[in-house]
Nanobody
């Protein structure tokens, strides 16, 4: 059973930057990795994803501002947040998913808080 721990969240001013990390307890190279976020009273939304092959996709709201990457040797996925806006304030979650012909398995981290405020 894999475990994931997010880190790197904090309080930043609008226009600032943060780097979030999600470290897995074991081998994760075959998993698609994603970052989600959830603000109070809002539905959890997909922010960015990176496949096991390294292809990426982003939500329109963060396109050209956020960058997702992975280092399989370190069993870690990253999310670089740039040009932060107050509406980016949310709890950010790391997700790992593996899909096979026999079913799917996914894991969630506990989340790290990002607050953008002056």
């Amino acid at each position: 059973q894999l475990q994931f721990m997010e880190s790197g969240g904090g309080l930043v001013q609008p226009g600032g930057s943060l780097r979030l990390s999600c470290a897995a307890s074991g081998f994760m190279a075959n998993y698609g990795m994603s970052w989600y976020r959830q603000a109070p009273g809002k539905q959890r939304e997909l922010v960015a994803l990176i496949s096991s092959g390294g292809t990426t996709n982003y939500a329109q709201s963060v396109k050209d501002r956020f960058t997702i990457s992975r280092d399989n040797a370190k069993n870690t996925v990253y999310l670089n947040l740039n040009s932060l806006k107050p509406e980016d304030t949310a709890l950010y979650f790391c997700n790992a998913a593996l899909t096979t012909p026999f079913g799917a398995r996914e894991y969630w981290g506990q989340g790290t808080q990002v607050t953008v405020s002056s």
